[in-house]
Nanobody
């Protein structure tokens, strides 16, 4: 069982940066693939970025490539999402998700554990 708690969301202007954090409980954090998803009003939950267990591999949505960076610190049971050059289309609730295994899963239904989400709002 893994419990996930996100933090770091907020209201910013276009062009600004935010860093989201996700703290995980449990002693087996390093055995989970970790991802960030987001969901805007009226839209489906979509993958933003995912990172392998040892941080050797990452994958990003095309819409955030070059602007967002996912990272993890297994010693701190945490995963991060550095978001730069934010634009209004990035406005959404951002969720941290975890699943066991080694594959970099990209679909929400493939993830076992979820945080409560943190709101990111980017004004123009």
């Amino acid at each position: 069982q893994v419990q996930l708690v996100e933090s770091g969301g907020g209201l910013v202007q276009a062009g600004a940066s935010l860093r989201l954090s996700c703290a995980a409980s449990g002693r087996t954090f390093s055995s989970y693939v970790m991802s960030w998803f987001r969901q805007a009003p009226g839209k489906e939950r979509e993958l933003v970025a995912t990172i392998s267990k040892a941080a050797g591999s990452t994958r990003y949505a095309d819409s955030v490539k070059g602007r967002f960076t996912i990272s993890r610190d297994n010693a701190k049971n945490s995963v991060y999402l550095q978001m730069d050059s934010l634009n209004p289309e990035d406005t959404a609730v951002y969720y941290c998700a975890a699943r066991s295994g080694s594959v970099l899963y990209t679909r929400a239904h493939e993830y076992e554990y979820w945080g409560q989400g943190t709101q990111v709002t980017v004004s123009s």
